[in-house]
């Protein structure tokens, strides 16, 4: 797969995708942080506004990133070339799923310059951040997961964008639902199971909880795995 994934790498670094993404993801989050939750106003040294709202954010950044992975690959008519090579259809999805989290943590390791940044400002748990971190990793796994698997199916790049954003958009904020509407607990709970948003708040607080790492660890391994039976339904079609 370290063809793949080289592969893979070129093609974003060479085009002005990863660097938009980029410059994007750092812009946005950066100005939410400082200026739209007036961070300096507040008297209060945390940084849940700036992970609290990554989730959103997600919405845009991962479908930039995975819109392209196979409908670009069809575009440019190598996608039936890539099926005749001595690869499996689980090794070029992984593969492509790897290159594409590669280029999301480059981006995530750039954000540490924020915590960096006020840190003088405050006393900030360092076990508590780190779980920030791992959360952000696991919710953009599952999110790629989903890319990926939408990217197959799509036709283009613009389709697999707005169907990979209105599905990641659903799953962030399926967890309004209970708050809006009087439902039982357990439908509550049924509900925010589902959701992408629920599970991340446990990470925005420092909590660890097994839980939430396997449910995005499921949606990752579902993703990856309808992508490859839909790759080999086509080969066979």
Known sequence: MGAIIKKELRSYYSSP????????????????????????????????????VMPLIYVILVPAITMRIWAEERKMGTAEVLRTLPYTE???VVGKYVAAMILLTATIVLTVIVPISVAPFGDFDHGKTAANYIGLLLLGS??????VFVSVLSRNQIS????????????TLVSQIPASLDLSPRAAAIINYFSLDHHFQGFVTGVLDSRDVLFYLLVTA????GASRSLLFRKWR
């Not at 599952?142 to 890319?147: K, L, T």
């Not at 697999?160 to 799953?171: D, P």
């Open 222 to 225: 579902l993703g990856l795995y």
């Open 90 to 92: 689980v090794q070029l």
């Open 142 to 147: 599952a999110a790629v997961g989903i890319g």
């Open 160 to 171: 697999a964008f707005i169907l990979t954003a209105l599905i990641l958009l659903f799953f």
């Open 17 to 52: 995708v990863a660097y938009i993404a980029t410059i994007f993801f750092l812009v946005f989050s950066s100005t939410w942080f400082f200026y739209l939750q007036r961070f300096f106003a507040q008297g209060i040294a945390s940084l849940r506004g700036y992970f609290g």
